[in-house]
């Protein structure tokens, strides 16, 4: 079993930045794919990037150029870096590994 925790979330004008952080609840370090997700209202929940063990990196179209994905293994956390953020990016935000999921930080982008 593993606990996800998102945080970063907020409002924020467009064009700006915000870093979103997802903290589990032990050890990452065997995990292979985590990743993170949104949903904007009435949408469904689509993916937004994954990192592998080895640090491989896989983004969706829509964010690829301005949002990075890293993680710190040892301290059990990963991130999303989001610059350059439009309207469209406005959603709540899920991270994920496995069948875990995180319980949604709010992201609100104002134009």
């Known amino acids: 079993q593993v606990q996800l925790v998102e945080s970063g979330g907020g409002l924020v004008q467009a064009g700006g930045s915000l870093r979103l952080s997802c903290a589990a609840s032990r050890s990452i370090f065997s995990f292979n794919a985590m990743g993170w997700y949104r949903q904007a209202p009435g949408k469904q929940r689509d993916f937004v990037a994954s990192i592998s063990s080895s640090g491989s990196t896989t983004y969706a179209d829509s964010v690829k150029g301005r949002f990075t994905i890293s993680r710190h293994n040892a301290e059990n956390t990963f991130y999303l870096q989001m610059n350059s953020l439009k309207v469209e990016d406005t959603a709540v935000y899920y991270c994920?590994?496995?069948?875990?999921w995180g319980q949604g930080t709010q992201v609100t982008v104002s134009s």
């Open positions: 994920n590994t496995r069948q875990f």
